[in-house]
């Protein structure tokens, strides 16, 4: 049988072919690519996309304020609202627009100055609410909006521009206030409705509605996204539905409540009642949450009746269930108007909220119109926090699955009752490569499949189809973005606690460098209090780490009898009671001793509740186990496995839990390690042993890694097959690692920030080019750049104030010395603060952008660079040199653009092209012994005109670092770049590139 296994990383997938039959490794590769998401600093993950889309999503903004602005000015200028000419148009802007808007609503003002006032409106006409959102900063901005109307209110005056007109701006900026969208449209209809009294042939009807609602205050509608919303997977041709829908929100609750256990003090495990059931579900239709400790009160039980996700909750601190936030809002609003609503009023309700064409006007006018409520409570109805996002399943289907769960079936069990089987399990047509895949709406599982794709179909077209496929996932694949930022999270707790008792370790108990399994019995000795468990003896400092004292790191379960070595199955025990409990659990162990035994629960009461759990383990199957490690049935696992398994072969999800103990125990870990006995996670090649490993991960092997695990017995566990240590070395060793190329001409062509052309140039003839830089991002070099000479010395002076050596060597300017404004000095009692400088400086790495009379008018420094291209030539002296010619990525966009070919091969008489290298492309570096090894291309630099071509081993998978030296990295420029440009295709295969 031949079996390939799959290592799914997130930006990797090792691959292993192996012939179980005749014991054989046919072939084993990696091929990497680039992860499915960026990070920033500290790692979290951010959209490749975002910030191209955020710069996408501001030019277009600034594109429609522009078309509104012009399409105003127009219509104005038709209708006798503004002045023909441009000069006259420019005088008009002079006038204070908030004095004419003040005037606008008191006495009669010119045709001109109306203009000028509407113009004012449309250039900031307020923020518009989204009652959808639950942005932290519309809250923030409609707060401020709120308290500045009170303000207006108290003051008497009657609209917002009137309220700024009486303002005294030396005291507080106008431009400091948030407004909403309605002040302004509030503004207008004053404005308009008292002008036009005097203006009543000019101001009609049919103007306003031009000027108002289709040009200030026009809103574009959203567009569509039904094309990105995932299709269900019970119903054909139905979308998932919204998680704030009605009976969606209903159907999480049952799912919550239908998964609810209680855990029992003496250990066992109880089922919920019907009943019991159908009163945590009333509770939780009615409250926005309810507290474990609620529903234990309910129910009648007692405190050490615990549920069984109650412990395990991610919310730790107060453990509990959500409800449903819209019933429990919605009722607070208007409990006598609740009180008389009917189930389908509710619901009708709740699909006006999330219906997404209803704008907030219309919303509170079909509430207080048909269910009697107030403006102010409809308002506050539009604001009811709905959760966001889509169910796993189309409203149809959950309106088929919902009678099943309110009886209390799972819902695994309620899908079989309705559709037979899951759809995963459906038969599918059986093909002979795999096709393109669906869209998983993860990124990093796109990206991993679709060179899974590449090289599940490369091995077919090399070997034939696999009669198995065995699939490993990373957990960072496998989860939702919240569940990765949750790993990442736990992660970094665990980094830091593990610090924390590295450094006590060193401090307190003299260790020079603690190791893994110091750090854990030390954790794991404050998670007991210093105390055994089973003996209830205390484990005084000094006596942890005495080889004498006895103290040892237990498996709570014994490991060969569940094969978990997690720190959740482990804990502290003197080493005579750990003998004398042997291969036995706690409680078949201590149960016929039911006074000491219930001692332990009692000291074991404060650990984690998984912890504590198999303390009280009645039941231990290691095949049971065993079955949980070789069928991964998370929805991304399972869906991966349903699109491999096209191919008619079989395929199994296999959890990575107990791969790195076969590979320990197989002896794997030294193949690239010889140093060690870990995984050497520095070199892509390792991927390639855990596929082999998973490959090879069966119910007869993980029952053989258990035997070896009997205490009593001192067994080393057997390979495969005889020789299959060393023929998976050779295999390994032999690996040419493929790395996905992205020649692609798309990214940020240039850096953000735009410097303006001046004409005037240094004694070297470089030019002078000036950019406006905030206060707080001033370093001290640049502000001895600033342009103006009067700017300059006010802000010197300021640093000199703060005891700041403006001539030193200092870079760096503290932010406290802008926390106080900086003001120009003027003659007049106005204060001009000063928030931004212009700054003069020369810049040789750049692009001029020029206008359409082709005369330049700002540059840009450039961003990445996107190939170097290496040509050969014969010096004056007759000696054949090579150069190269770093093409930026602005430079390759624009040669596309201009229907150029982007590696230019053709550099005149005498110059003869070489080859073109990109970020990850394949050389054969010539070493310095005469032999050539495969190396990446991992950047191509410009440094002060100098060419630097840094490239990397290709197995080569660790951090670098610029204080790296070889053979881990290799700085080349063109002349000094030995070899030929190669490729490798997905299996490891390597061809010339025929450049």
């Not at 909006?145 to 521009?161: F, M, V, Y």
């Not at 966009?893 to 091969?905: D, S």
């Amino acid at each position: 049988m031949i079996t390939l296994g799959l290592d799914i990383g997130t930006n990797s997938v090792g691959w292993a072919l192996i012939d179980e039959k005749n014991n054989e490794i046919l072939r084993t590769g990696v091929r990497v690519f680039p992860e499915g998401v960026d990070r920033d600093t500290k790692g979290a993950e951010k959209s490749k996309n975002e910030t191209r889309r955020l710069a996408r999503g501001s030019r277009r903004n600034r594109a429609r304020m522009k078309y509104r602005r012009d399409k105003l000015v127009r219509m104005l200028k038709r209708n006798g609202l503004l002045p023909a000419s441009d000069i006259e148009f420019s005088e008009l802007l002079r006038e204070d627009p908030y004095k004419l808007r003040a005037k606008a609503i008191q006495e009669k003002i010119s045709l001109h100055q109306i203009g000028r006032v509407l113009f004012h409106i449309n250039q900031r006409r307020g923020f518009k609410s989204n009652r959808k959102s639950g942005d932290e900063k519309q809250g923030k901005v409609i707060k401020n909006a709120n308290e500045l109307q009170d303000e207006i209110d108290k003051s008497g005056l009657k609209t917002l521009g009137a309220y700024f007109a009486s303002l005294d701006t030396s005291k507080k900026r106008i431009r400091d206030n948030y407004t909403l969208r309605s002040m302004y449209e509030h503004e207008f209809e004053e404005i308009w409705k008292f002008q036009s009294r005097f203006y009543p042939e000019i101001l009609t009807d049919r103007l306003k509605t031009k000027v108002k609602d289709e040009t200030i205050f026009y809103q574009r509608p959203l567009k569509p996204c039904d094309d990105l919303i995932k299709d269900c997977e019970l119903e054909e041709d139905e979308k998932v539905c919204q998680r704030a829908d009605w009976f969606a929100r209903r159907f999480r609750i049952l799912q919550d409540v239908n998964n609810l256990k209680i855990h029992n003090p003496e250990g066992t495990i109880k089922e919920l009642s019907q009943d019991q059931r159908d009163t945590i579900t009333q509770i939780l239709l009615s409250k926005e949450k309810a507290t474990f400790e609620s529903i234990r009160k309910k129910l009648g039980l007692i405190d050490s009746q615990k549920f069984n996700t109650e412990e395990g909750s991610s919310n730790r601190k107060n453990p509990h269930l959500k409800g449903d936030v819209f019933q429990a809002k919605l009722k607070n609003i208007n409990k006598k108007i609740f009180a008389g609503l009917d189930e389908e009023a509710k619901i009708d309700i709740n699909n006006i909220l999330i219906d997404q064409t209803i704008d907030d006007e219309e919303f509170i006018s079909e509430i207080c119109e048909n269910y009697n409520y107030s403006r102010d409570e409809a308002i506050k109805i539009s604001k009811i926090p709905l959760p966001n996002g889509y169910t796993n399943h189309s409203k149809k289907a959950i309106l088929k699955l919902l009678p099943y769960m309110e009886k209390g079936f799972l819902t695994s069990d309620a899908v079989k009752e309705v559709y037979g089987r899951w759809p995963s399990e459906q038969k599918t047509e059986i093909l002979d490569r795999l096709p393109l895949p669906p869209d998983f709406r993860n990124p990093i599982v796109n990206q991993g499949i679709n060179e899974v794709r590449k090289v599940v179909n490369a091995v077919i077209s090399a070997y034939g189809k696999p009669d198995k496929i065995a699939v490993e996932m990373a957990r960072d694949v496998k989860g939702s973005k919240a569940e990765r930022d949750e790993i990442r999270k736990k992660n970094w707790e665990n980094e830091q606690k593990n610090e924390e008792a590295r450094k006590i370790l060193v401090e307190e108990f003299g260790f020079s460098r603690p190791a893994r399994e110091d750090i854990i019995k030390y954790k794991l000795w404050i998670e007991c209090r210093k105390t055994c468990p089973y003996t209830g003896k205390p484990v005084p400092q000094h006596l942890l780490f005495s080889p004498q004292s006895g103290v040892q790191i237990e498996h709570i379960i014994p490991y060969s009898r569940c094969l978990d070595d997690s720190y959740m199955n482990k804990t502290l025990c003197y080493a005579d009671e750990n003998r004398r409990k042997g291969e036995k659990t706690p409680y078949e162990y201590y149960s016929s001793k039911p006074e000491q035994y219930e001692e332990i629960r009692q000291r074991i009461a404060p650990l984690p509740f998984p912890k504590r759990s198999k303390f009280n383990q009645k039941e231990v199957k290691l095949d049971n186990f065993i079955e949980r490690q070789i069928n991964d049935t998370r929805y991304i696992s399972r869906a991966v496995t349903s699109y491999l398994k096209q191919l008619g072969c079989t395929v199994i999800g296999t959890k990575g839990k107990i791969t790195s103990d076969l590979r320990r125990a197989w002896g794997l870990n030294s193949i690239l390690n010889t140093i060690g006995s870990t995984k050497n996670r520095d070199d892509h090649r390792h991927h390639a042993v855990d596929a082999a490993v998973t490959a090879l991960t069966n119910q007869q092997h993980l029952r053989d890694l258990a035997y070896t695990k009997k205490r009593t017995e001192d067994l080393a566990m057997t390979e495969p097959w005889k020789g299959f240590r060393q023929e998976l070395k050779e295999s390994i060793n032999s690996i040419n690692v493929s790395h996905r190329v992205r020649r692609k001409v798309s990214g940020r062509l240039h850096e953000d920030t735009a410097y303006g052309p001046t004409g005037i140039t240094n004694e070297n003839g470089d030019e002078y080019y000036v950019y406006r830089k905030p206060l707080e991002s001033l370093t001290l070099p640049m502000v001895h750049k600033v342009v103006d000479p009067t700017v300059r010395e006010i802000l010197l002076e300021r640093l000199r104030e703060n005891g700041i050596h403006t001539e030193g060597k200092t870079k760096s300017i503290p932010k406290k010395v802008w926390e106080e404004p900086v003001y120009m000095k003027s003659r007049k009692d106005a204060r001009v603060p000063i928030k931004k400088v212009r700054i003069r400086t020369v810049y040789n790495n750049v692009a001029k952008i020029k206008d359409e009379e082709g005369k330049p008018y700002k540059a840009v420094t450039l961003g990445s660079n996107h190939h170097i291209e290496i040509f050969e030539f014969t010096d004056k002296k007759g000696n054949t040199k090579r150069e190269g010619k770093v093409v930026s990525l602005f430079e390759a966009a624009r040669r596309n653009k201009e229907g150029r070919p982007i590696v230019c091969r053709d550099y005149g008489d005498g110059k003869k092209f070489i080859c073109s290298l990109a970020k990850n492309e394949m050389f054969m570096m010539k070493m310095d012994d005469g032999s050539f090894k495969l190396h990446r291309v991992q950047v191509v630099s410009l440094i002060v005109n100098q060419q630097v071509i840094i490239l990397r081993p290709a197995t080569f998978a660790g951090a670098g670092k610029s204080s790296d030296s070889p053979p881990i990295v290799q700085r080349k420029n063109a002349n000094t770049l030995k070899g030929y440009k190669v490729t490798v295709d997905p299996l490891g295969n390597i061809n010339p590139a025929n450049d």
